[in-house]
């Protein structure tokens, strides 16, 4: 090989090497931002999950709320017609 080839090949190699480079900080910047809408999802997700827990809460009580007036309904119902006897 003769200094004229191989100066190029350097320079093949360093062009490349900056293409690797570039490409490889896209990737990084892609990734980056992919990082972000999935911690922004996840966030969402957290937040929907509060919410449902609170109205399954509030659902659960108003079922043993009802519950006790079904309860207290008869409760008066029988008292009633023992008095009304």
Do not use: F, P, W
């Amino acid at each position: 090989m003769v200094a004229s080839e191989v100066k190029e090949l350097a320079c093949e190699a360093a062009t490349a090497t900056d293409d690797i480079r570039s490409k490889i900080s896209g990737v990084q910047e892609s990734t980056s931002e992919t990082i972000a809408g999935i911690s922004g999802v996840a966030s969402v997700v957290n937040d929907v999950h509060a919410i449902v827990s609170t109205i399954a809460a509030s659902i659960a009580k108003q079922s043993r709320i009802t519950e006790e007036i079904a309860i207290n309904i008869a409760r008066a119902s029988a008292e009633a017609a023992k008095q009304s006897s």
